[in-house]
């Protein structure tokens, strides 16, 4: 499979998704069902790490089937971070956050794995520290 799940963290708080090489829609939903098992295995806030950084760009209708991703997300979905240095997935990225605001504060970009770490630290810091 090109498209690999796990826990990123040793506290099960992110998962990584690792997109590597080319990629189907079969597979991403292979992927997702793995997703969703980690996710309902665990009873807090969950954030994605979804490294695009050696995957092929995406196929065909990615709008579409990202949207409906978004919305048909595991129960305690918080935060995503597209890891991704490609100008393609950048403007998907930016096309997606602008057309569906509510679900585009729910997306972040980072150029690398350690950023999107970064990222996604600072995200638990203020959800921990929030009233």
């Known amino acids: 499979m090109s498209i690999q ?14 997109f590597d090489g080319k990629w ?5 939903q292979d992927a997702r069902r793995q997703v969703r098992v980690l996710a309902d295995a665990v009873d807090y806030p969950v954030y994605f790490i979804i490294d695009f950084s050696e995957g092929f760009p995406p196929p065909p209708d990615t709008l579409r089937v990202v949207y409906r991703s978004m919305i048909d997300h595991p129960r305690n ?52 520290h929030s009233p």
């Open 77 to 128: 979905a918080s935060t995503s971070v597209i890891v991704s240095q490609s100008a393609f997935v950048d403007t998907l990225y930016n096309i997606f956050v602008k057309a569906f605001p509510l679900l585009g504060d729910r997306l972040r970009l980072a150029r690398n794995v350690e950023e999107a770490r970064v990222i996604l630290a600072n995200l638990r810091l203020r959800a921990d």
């Open 5 to 18: 799940v796990r826990w990123d963290d040793h506290d099960h708080h992110i998962i990584y998704m690792d």
């Open 24 to 28: 189907s829609w079969s597979e991403f």
